[in-house]
């Protein structure tokens, strides 16, 4: 199966609510980002908690091991099911990232390549790779991989095997939801959602997908 993540980047507790009550019957998950976080808190995963969907903290977090295992508990303590982090900070940070959310009975996803046009700039040339191959040895539940560059994901799935890439890009950024649906475990949708007329509509429109 191929999930629909709702990236949730509103800026208001009305807006995220009311998208979210709309969208959940279609999707499988909800992503928050820190556009949403920064303005409501992070007690908005608790009223988010009641459409009976996860809820992933993407705040790929990038930072010493102590700090990132702090942020870790808050996400957690909060009721997150998942946590992303960035994978260039090394494998002391990923493995606190990964520990505290295993010791919560979370997941921890890693990002191996971001999607946008200047990721390019620095992931490429073996980084993504090595990223990738860190996290599997670390027990990462799985990878960020770009839905912009497939063939890219085709290459980190080589890596990472059964581990769950969850892809974001799809819409806005470019990224086609019908060349990803069998490549990854999760497709990332943000703006072509929550900018829709009818969000929900938008979200319906990737059921064909979601096998």
Known sequence: MTELILALDVEGREEALSIAGQCAPHIDAIKLGYPLI?????QIARELASFGLP????????????????????VFAHG????????????????????????AGGECYVVAEMSHPGAEEFYHGGTAERIAALAACLGADGIIAPATRPDRIVVLRQIVGDLK???????????????????????????????????????????????
């Open 80 to 103: 997150f099911s998942a946590i992303i982090c960035h994978g260039f900070t090394g494998s002391d940070s990923i493995a606190a990232c990964i520990g505290s959310a295993h010791d």
């Open 55 to 74: 809820l992933i903290a993407d705040f790929k977090v990038a930072d010493i091991p102590n700090t990132t295992l702090l942020i870790a508990r808050q």
């Open 165 to 211: 890439i969850y892809s974001p890009g799809v819409g806005a950024q470019g990224g086609d939801a019908a060349m990803l649906a069998g490549l990854v475990d999760g497709i990332i949708v943000g703006r072509q959602i929550y900018e829709a007329p009818d969000p929900a509509a938008a979200a319906a429109q990737f059921a064909p997908f979601r096998r």
């Open 38 to 42: 920064l303005s409501t808190g992070l």
